[in-house]
């Protein structure tokens, strides 16, 4: 990866939206243009409320979550 964020460093934790925003401003994309995936619901709505597109990671089911995120992307897996 080239960039990492990391609240080890920023000590802002998901659900905070500025953890979501300090993503967008360090990749200078837009959060609608990033794909959010993570385990944990309140993670994930602190992802769709700052704007971003998610997976709900499933644990049991990781073959279709990971289906469902490279889908994000116009991709499949082969």
Known sequence: FETIVDATYTKILKPDGRAYAMVGEA???PLSACVFVDDQKRNVDGAI?????TVHFDVAR????YAEALGQFGLTLS
Request: glycine share 8%.
């Open 27 to 29: 990749l200078e994309l």
């Open 49 to 53: 409320a700052a704007g971003m597109p």
């Open 62 to 65: 990781p073959a279709q979550s």
